[in-house]
């Protein structure tokens, strides 16, 4: 999810249309207006969409699971690094 007052900002600031925007997607420009008053653009368009307008798109770093050892660590890791999503997800749901 993103701040769909940033879209609409990022896409003001350089001088573009809906149309503009859209047909560089491609979608339609009813589209970029509901993805700027909703915030919900698909996982698959953010990034297309982040570099058309500029928006430097932040993704969280985790190193890669360890695999080998015991069941049980890996398990452990995996719950940890769920638990840690989730406590991401709060934080920006309550920005």
């Known amino acids: 999810m993103v701040d769909g007052a940033i879209l609409e900002s990022a896409r003001l600031r350089l001088g573009l249309s809906r149309e503009a925007v859209a047909r560089q997607i491609p979608v339609a420009s009813k589209t970029i207006e509901r993805y700027e008053k909703q915030g919900r653009v698909p996982r698959e368009l953010m990034p297309k969409l982040m570099e ?8 969280p770093t985790l190193a890669p ?22 406590r991401l997800l709060l934080d920006r749901s309550t920005d």
């Open 52 to 59: 058309i307008l500029e928006i430097e798109l932040e993704t």
């Open 65 to 86: 699971l360890k695999v080998g050892g015991q069941p049980t660590d890996r398990w452990d890791e995996v719950i940890e690094r769920l638990e840690r999503i989730e």
